[in-house]
């Protein structure tokens, strides 16, 4: 039967000095002390306790007694969810083998749906009769829960394998773990139209089983003001795909597609030295401005490195007579006595 918080404490300090597992001269001489359980111990003050035996004994007494969080931390993170077959008897065709393996994937998904949730990954591993294990690890760009692309994933990276799954004398124990899970929206497509974002999403996801999580790239937005930084290139399975925010409704973008990197050097010809430009030159043409929009003023992100001030950049977005778009800006703020600002070209507008 279970014990309430006040009998388990009053079980644990009739125990003698010896539960506290301290080192036998520290023992010895709280015995002599005449402190022989850890109820004795308990109705001492810490200080004194702590300057006539050490640190250690009050350590070890709120420790036993639940004053200190002394829970064991796994180094790995126990997984969402775990499945696993055990044989009678070690079973050598594989064919077999992955037949168990869709049955625990098919569990997974059982489970899974009743939790409203989408693995993300998933982990089989492979107990052999001779002690060897064998681990395959598949990831997923989006959460999903279907037996049959799971299985279809695995077939995948098994055959990818640069060390084929070899079953020796057999396998004794399969066992499927889904590590990470996360929640699962089933959205609902129109009747006229095909799902080519979930398309896609498998593509990627067999690709990436098949060549490497490394090949296959997903651009990510980064919460930063600087252009250059604002993007940044992730494995696509390394996160779920970020929510884009849509520009208004007939209104330009206000950033360019592409960017130049780094930003390219361009002679630009102003009414005045602060204000907008008139008239630039790039790769050996002319480009008069017919219209502009600016200046947008992007400074430094000066928590990141006060040692080194970054100059602030004006940008335009400018548009020339034969109706291309750029994005240009001027890097330095016009100052008697110094050199003049120098203008560059960042990017193009589609």
Avoid: C
């Avoid at 039967?1 to 079980?11: I, V, Y």
């Amino acid at each position: 039967p279970l014990m309430d918080a006040a009998s388990e404490e009053a079980a644990l300090r009739a125990l003698p000095v010896a539960a506290l597992d301290l080192p036998p001269e520290t023992e010895t001489a709280l015995r002599r002390a005449g402190l022989n359980s850890v109820g004795d111990i308990a109705r001492r003050p810490s200080a004194p306790l702590t300057a006539r035996f050490g640190a250690q004994a009050t350590w070890r007494l709120a420790r036993l007694l639940g004053r200190v969080d002394s829970r064991i931390t796994p180094r790995r993170a126990p997984p969402a969810l775990l499945f696993s077959h055990p044989f009678a008897e070690p079973i050598g065709r594989m064919e077999h083998v992955m037949g168990v393996l869709g049955e625990l994937a098919q569990r997974a998904a059982t489970e899974l749906e009743a939790r409203g949730l989408g693995g993300r990954s998933f982990e089989a591993r492979f107990y052999r009769s001779d002690g060897e294990t064998r681990t395959v690890r598949i990831e997923t760009g989006a959460p999903v829960r279907d037996p049959a692309v799971v299985m279809r994933l695995f077939a995948l990276r098994i055959e990818a394998l640069a060390d084929p799954l070899d079953p020796g004398f057999g396998f004794d124990l399969v066992r499927l773990a889904v590590p990470q899970a996360e929640p699962f929206s089933q959205a609902q497509g129109g009747l006229d139209r095909e799902e080519q974002g979930e398309d896609l999403g498998a593509l990627v996801d067999r690709l990436s089983m098949r060549f490497g999580r490394a090949r296959f790239r997903r651009l990510v937005p980064r919460d930063t003001h600087i252009p250059e930084r604002a993007v940044a290139a992730v494995p696509a399975l390394a996160a779920a795909p970020e929510s884009w925010a849509a520009p208004e409704p007939e209104e330009p973008p206000q950033r360019p597609l592409y960017l130049f990197r780094p930003p390219l050097p361009i002679e630009v010809l102003a009414e005045v030295p602060d204000g907008p430009p008139l008239r630039f030159r790039w790769r050996g043409g002319t480009h008069d401005v017919a219209a502009q929009e600016g200046p947008e003023r992007i400074g430094e992100e000066w928590w990141r490195d006060i040692s080194r001030p970054e100059t602030p950049r004006d940008y335009y977005r400018v548009e020339d007579k034969g109706g291309r778009r750029f994005w240009i800006f001027r890097h330095g703020i016009h100052e008697g006595g110094r050199a003049p600002p120098l203008w560059y070209l960042h990017g193009l507008f589609s």
